[in-house]
């Protein structure tokens, strides 16, 4: 490849990089040789990632668009009770069988074939349909306002889970860290027992002990290896992202903190929660539905007014009007369906029954929303105690490897010891790690049943 070429690919880079930071993606893109094949490095936090998931999942887009779908079809209700406005027109000609004219019209015959047109313009406003105007506009709001709660919730559930994935893949990679930090402590012993066995100061034992801890190290050190670069293919394609980058994610947990809510609190955050709303709603349609079909058994009033005109051409002379007759009119119309009486009552009934199944199922629900949340809340206070426990853990650990170690190297400890001290201690870090994991994605998901979660 030239030299040009390399100049223009790297012109490229500079020019994309601004279209991802106006996003908020604080993503860096590392300078890569075309000829030894490197992939590119993405370097993304949580939060940045979570936006990447949220930006392009699929789902999302398709729950995205029922809800926008829904916004329409208010729009479109609230027209359908605007004046009424139609045209029409119609051209006529008479003797069609032959033979069969009898002249019986008040208008003059001169020929056995002749032509009419009429052309009518009207104007209808209906003034009341059974509340079904008011009724219609309402429903139709409410459905819009359900698909934008149904958008929340599907939002939630991916924020969640990208967190959940993310989480993951730091947790593997944090292992990885605190494997390969063994694995050289180990390493500086191995050195030392082999120059000791040599030397006939050490047994063949503790040789062995020591290199069957390094063997397992790297088999250990292999299947983590494949496991994170499982963790990687699942985290880009959940947040489809090209399988070529490389991603490069942020190490370090965030400081941990004590939860201080209030369960007293939870009345006033449950009605901020979109499934509440939803089922709120859910209770509004019910109601809703029922009286739009009440409506439709009841009086229909509209007034309107048109205007019209007749012509009559004799002998099929269209380009002159033989003669014609125009006027205008204005009406108002009331419309009974009668008929349909006989079976109002029962879907009347139905949809009562329906209305009230609505209203126990959003009482029901309420309730354990309310125990969502403070079950999720106790599962944070949990994870919170569980990384301290953990903290005091991996610093006992630590101390008891340290003490071992001077004693080993000092004499008084054995190698078989000081070998199990290692191994709790690595045990211990990540012991500590997985109750960080813990701790955050049970706070995110407090926040969400919370309705306090920002993104």
């Known amino acids: 490849m030239s030299n040009k070429k390399i100049y223009i690919f790297s012109f490229f880079l500079f020019l994309a990089c601004p279209l991802f930071a106006e996003e908020g993606y604080k993503i860096e893109i590392s300078t890569v040789s075309v000829f030894s094949g490197q992939k590119d490095v993405l370097k993304m936090t949580l939060e940045q990632y979570q936006k990447i998931a949220l930006k392009n999942n699929s789902e999302l887009h398709k729950t995205e668009a029922e809800a926008e779908y829904a916004r329409q079809e208010s729009k479109a209700a609230f027209t359908k009770y605007f004046p009424k406005i139609s045209a029409s027109a119609a051209v006529a000609n008479t003797d069609i069988l032959p033979g069969f004219n009898e002249p019986v019209s008040i208008l003059p015959v001169t020929s056995q074939s002749n032509g009419g047109s009429v052309v009518m313009l009207s104007a209808t406003q209906p003034l009341f349909a059974g509340g079904r105007i008011v009724n219609g506009n309402k429903l139709a709001d409410s459905a819009s306002k359900a698909a934008d709660y149904k958008l929340q919730i599907k939002r939630n559930e991916i924020y969640s889970e990208a967190e959940k994935k993310y ?250 010891d000081y070998l199990e001290s290692m191994a709790l201690e690595q045990e211990k870090q990540n012991k500590l790690d997985e109750a960080k994991a813990d701790y955050f994605e049970a706070k995110t998901a407090f926040l969400i049943s919370i309705a306090k979660l920002e993104y």
């Open 167 to 416: 989480r993951q893949f730091q947790l593997l990679e944090g292992k990885m860290n605190t494997l390969l930090s063994y694995e050289k402590m180990l390493d500086a012993l191995y050195s030392r027992v082999s120059q000791a066995f040599e030397l006939g100061i050490a047994s063949r034992s503790d040789f062995l002990r020591v290199k069957l801890k390094k063997e397992e190290i790297a088999v250990q050190k292999q299947q983590l290896e494949k496991i994170i670069e499982i963790a990687s293919k699942d985290l880009k394609l959940y947040a489809e992202i090209d399988e070529n980058t490389e991603i490069k994610i942020d190490k370090n947990f965030s400081e941990v903190q004590e939860p201080v809510y209030s369960r007293s609190d939870f009345q006033s955050y449950l009605k901020l929660r979109p499934e509440y709303k939803l089922l709120e709603t859910g209770v509004k349609v019910s109601k809703l539905q029922r009286n739009m079909e009440t409506g439709s058994y009841l009086p229909t009033v509209a007034v309107g007014a048109s205007l019209f005109r007749t012509d009559y051409f004799s002998n099929n002379y269209f380009d002159k009007s033989a003669m014609h007759y125009q006027d205008s009119m204005a009406f108002a119309m009331v419309s009974m369906p009668l008929s349909d009486w006989w079976q109002a009552s029962h879907t009347i009934k139905g949809l009562n029954a329906k209305y009230k199944a609505a209203q126990n199922e959003f009482e029901s629900k309420s309730k354990y929303l309310l125990l969502d949340m403070e079950n999720k809340l106790t599962c944070l206070e949990t994870a919170y105690k569980q990384v301290r426990v953990a903290e005091i853990g991996l610093e006992l650990a630590q101390t008891n490897r340290i003490e071992y170690e001077d004693g080993y190297k000092n004499g008084t400890e054995k190698l078989s």
